[in-house]
């Protein structure tokens, strides 16, 4: 439910938070994140919300507060809904969705999940993404990983794949694995490339293919479930992609929020698809939403706090491949 919508008082932010060395997909290298914290006050209670903007796409954090301040000089009163029929999905939405979220659940004194209606949380096991690179760096990067995680996420690229994912299960022959092909794969043959990953005990694929591209699976018999993460943005996406997945990654920055990214995963789990909760390189703060939702997922992938060179005072807690409320 959401509150009546009433005038707030609304301002946003752009930080820059440094990676712990770089993260790599095959779209290239990161050494710092950029993103958007909202805050939102009704004079008595404050809510606060953050989301990384999503570069490919064109967003920056600068172009994300822009998008904030404009809304709130349009709207002065807005509820949840309003930015559904009003804002465009990303993550300008999505920091100011999960700051009313915030908001409301401090007027109501309730915590997120009961606020919300999801599951009671519980810790969660999430992935511990190996980034791209080569396979000798693969298998040592998921030798140290394997210590403390027990479900790694493989970066791919559409070449020297196979090489990659058997030296990660060299190096952590114990680990649950999942690869990122992050729409690399458009040229291979797709069905011959989950059959070899199958051998490694890959359990899950995401995106294949380029978004937009997804009939190149059409037909297709994989012997590993098939996740969309670019490919599925709102709600709206789920029956176009139902026929050619298995699975669909659900990430808040994507969705614009929690409030639209719960209806994806009601219509996912509506046309029989598997739910996988992940996240952009982020702090704490954008990882707390998330996590309440993915008490509802077969996969969690919400390490992005991990992959940072810091992370916020009031921070989630990672322990033995766990992720967790903080005390």
Known sequence: ?????????????????????????????????DVVVCSVSDGTNQGVGEATPIYYEGETAE?????????????PRFDRLALLDHMPRGAARN??????????????????????????????????????????????DARAAAATHSLLKLKLSGSDDHARVAAV??????????????????????????????????????????????????????????????????????PALAP????????????????????IADAAEQAGLKLMVGCMLSTSLAIR????????ADWVDLDGPLLLAQDRADAMHFAGGEVMLGS
């Open 95 to 140: 920091a100011l969705d999960c700051a009313l979220w915030d908001l409301e659940c401090r007027q109501h004194d309730q915590p997120l999940w009961r606020h919300a209606f999801l599951p009671e949380p519980k810790p969660l096991t999430t992935a511990f993404t190996i980034s791209l690179g080569d396979p000798a760096q693969m298998e040592a």
């Open 169 to 238: 299960h060299r190096g952590a022959p114990e680990a649950r694995l999942i690869v990122d092909a992050n729409e690399s794969w458009n040229d291979l043959d797709i069905g011959a490339e989950a059959a070899a990953l199958a051998q490694w005990g890959v359990e899950l694929i995401e995106q294949p293919v380029s978004a937009g591209r997804d009939d190149l699976l059409a037909g297709l018999r994989s012997p590993i479930p098939l996740c969309a993460d670019e490919s599925c943005h709102t709600s709206s996406d789920i």
């Open 289 to 296: 939403p998330a996590f309440a939702l993915a008490q509802r």
């Open 1 to 33: 439910m959401t509150s009546p919508a009433a005038s707030l008082s609304v301002s946003a932010s752009a930080e820059r938070w440094p990676v712990n060395g770089s993260f790599v997909i095959s779209r290239g290298a990161k050494t710092h994140v």
């Open 63 to 75: 172009n994300c507060v822009a998008a904030i301040e404009s809304f709130a000089a349009a709207h």
């Open 244 to 263: 050619y997945y298995q699975a669909v990654n659900i990430k808040l920055d994507k969705a614009g929020g929690l409030t639209e990214a719960i209806r």
